[in-house]
């Protein structure tokens, strides 16, 4: 992929891979691949209300060479498959999937003849988001949860060497990348809390916890 | 008030099927071992007897193609249902007088169309609707004289699709056609009988072109053939798909789910309790 | 020789590739006159940014006008109808909803009318509840023609018009959070009534919203109506007469703006249709620029429509009262989220023995519809939308069968863009406004 791919691991490789990293994740732009319901909860992520544009992604591009990552937002049927495919294979490097709702990532509620169950039996998919639709907010949260799956991607083979080494040393963040939820990642206390959570393995615990204390004017079966 | 009671009593209705079932199959109150019916022995909890129309979970499909590709076997269902007989659909037709504006068109009808004993197999009035079972070979002209006449102009064919009633008799798909009449305001609904063997139907897009994607789409989904059609190809499935994927005994085609350590099988294989 | 249907492949030193091409591609080519070249053969495949979702059309082009359209659907093709017939009556709803995702009511109203249809139940139906459909149904209708808008215009050009629409569709979705819970795909109407009650904070947004809207309105009309560019990619373009409408069995905004006032709220009412007050409005130009004004009319009848069903908003049930039918739980927010109110579960556990039979056998079993057959149509946003449903007596749906008005008026679209250019393809195929959900099922 060019030549910074060459560059021999060590700092200048760590320098170059932050700097091309941090390129491609604050400009991503996405492949219109819209199918059903989904697509509307897309559009409307890009509509002023939940604006993409504020991550510079409110461009989407129709042609897929000129496409970074494709939102395969609704369900799959037997007769799109090939198309996905091909789409997917049209896109050029650097390249990632985001499957965006049941439907895409497993089938959903259609587990039927005619749905394929779940785009990764066509496509490798980099975050898969749930949800039927899944609200704009939902579909920020995975956008901005890749977005830090790029930015901590290695750079050619020289920068994979160094992430296997990294690995081998016990260097591993605790939190892997794009897992933290974006609610969670921004804030320095919150995102502390988390990390701990995740150590002693009860994150999703920690989530629902916070849920209810946060909603807890509703306790009691509250009415409306 | 009216309340919905199942065609018959659940708890009498336990023994009948002992004392109706022609064969030695055990009633719902033992567990089910499976039969030694030939082709495959898909267990079921009571034969079926002037049964109906194939609910897929329960009963075995009719024909041999369809045996063995689905039924929930040795369902935990101990709610004593598993013996209930349900009611056949269809069945007479009704007498006249119809009621409503029924008899008009009907008299119309037949005033427009010479010969209309011989195309009409038999009329259907139910929940305020009128159905016309016609002679399939009869439907296009048939067609034509409720779009034409001056007093049915039933300009407007709403729908054209298929019903599968397996198991009822040899002609089990049903294709159905609703007409409505914008001058009168109006529906009615002349329905089709053909069986597998034979599924030819004169198309009726000479008559409403609007039936050219409906006919393809019921031919996609049925094998309905209907002869005349400007371009009878499959619609919503891929071109070289093969079957008819709305049959009944066409299986759904899921797949079992793993979620969370358990196994969720494929949603006509789940228990049913029907 | 391997079938042309199927992707040929090769083993490589990579791994075996897939070379997938567009199936019949080469027939269809070959079938052109090889000797004249001037007709060609252009695909705008099943992912474009104009074709309203993922519809697939082949045209043959000489130079810039269209000779030969061939539409080709299924592409979204979910086996919805099959799919119910193995879930109870009540289950088909969230099923049903997600047919034509941008009037997820309209679906579940016209499977829930024919359900009750099936039922024998049609009179008992509350007030309110009916009420509250009419409510529910024209606010979607709303939303939906502002899809339309918004799409329709980016699809021509005017990309403002996509972030207006979205911006006051996100009210209405709103109103539709605050009233079912879900923004899209609700399962909101269900037989027998509606699945939960309409708070008075959402009233009190829709009463808002009603304040708001005429004068969104007017800002489109002043953005589109008057300039010379939508005028002239509108007018005249993609005409459609009535007889052809007819015929095509193409309804809705696009047979209305041919000339024929039929609108099946009017002619064959439902929901108490018949003692509202709203006009059926058309047009006589029947081209793109006539569906676009009927479709903004639509928008302000419904208005009108929205306002008479929140003045006669009467405290009631909302749910039919007979309890072999009913679906059980009074809903509420709790800390856990949207589920059964405190007091119905501490009256099923502690209170009523017949509640929770109820309660077991309903959310189990379903309810059992007698045997027969109706068809119960409605008018969505795109037309008629009919449900033909058959039972056999069971707690499960024999079969359901959805005329989607998407479906039938796309069959209209080579009628109307034969002969003209290719982007009025583009305009013809908007104006008719087919959701791909609800075409392919």
Redesign the interface.
Known sequence: MGIEEKLPAGVLLTSVEKLVNWSRKSSVWGA??????C???M??A????YDLGRWGMEV?R?S?RQADLMIVA??V????A??L???Y?QMAEPRWVLSMGVCAS??G???????V?GVDHVVPVDMYLPG??P?PEMLIDAILKLREKINHEPLGPNGRKMLEQRKERGDVPVVPYGSMPSSYRNDKARRAEWTQAVREGREEQLRIENW?KE??H??????? | MVTTTPDKDPVTDAKEPAQRSESANPTNQQATPPSNKPGGGVPVQATPVGATTGAPAELPPSSVAGRGMFGSSGSGDTSGFGGLVRRRVGGGGSERPYGSYFDEVYDALDEAFPGLDDAIEKVVVDRGELTLHVKPERIAEVCRTMRDDESLRFELCSSVSAVDYLGADERRLHVAYHLASMTYRRRVRLEVAVGVEHPHVPSVTQVYPTADWQERETYDMFGVIFDGHPALTRILMPDDWEGHPQRKDYPLGGVPVEYKGAEIPAPDRRRSYQ | MTNPSYAPERETSEGKIFTVTGGDWDTVVSGTDPVSDERIIVNMGPQHPSTHGVLRLVLELEGETVRDLRSVVGYLHTGIEKSIEYRNWVQGTTFVTRMDYLAPIFNETAYSLAVEKLLGIEDEITERATTIRVLMMELNRISSHLVWLATTGMELGAISIMLYGFREREYILEIFEMVSGLRMNMAYVRPGGVAQDVPDSAVVKIREFLTMMPKRLKEYEDLLSGQPIWTQRTQGVAVLDVTACVSLGVTGPVLRSAGLPWDLRKTMPYCGYDTYEFDVPTSTDADVWGRYQVRLAEIRESLKLIEQALDRLRPGPVMVRDKKIAWPAQLAIGTDGLGNSLEHVAKIMGQSMESLIHHFKLVTEGFRVPPGQVYVAIEGPRGELGAHAVSDGGTRPYRVHFREPSFVNLQALPAMAEGGMIADVIAGGASLDPVMGGCDR
């Open positions: 219109t691949f819209g199918l059903a319901c697509a509307i909860e559009m409307a890009g509509g002023p209300h989407f129709a897929p609704g369900r049927s037997q007769k799109m090939p198309v495919r091909q789409i294979d497993s089938g509620m259609f587990n039927n003849y005619a749905i169950q039927c639709p609200r209810m909603e807890r509703l306790q009691g079966g509250g009415r409306w």
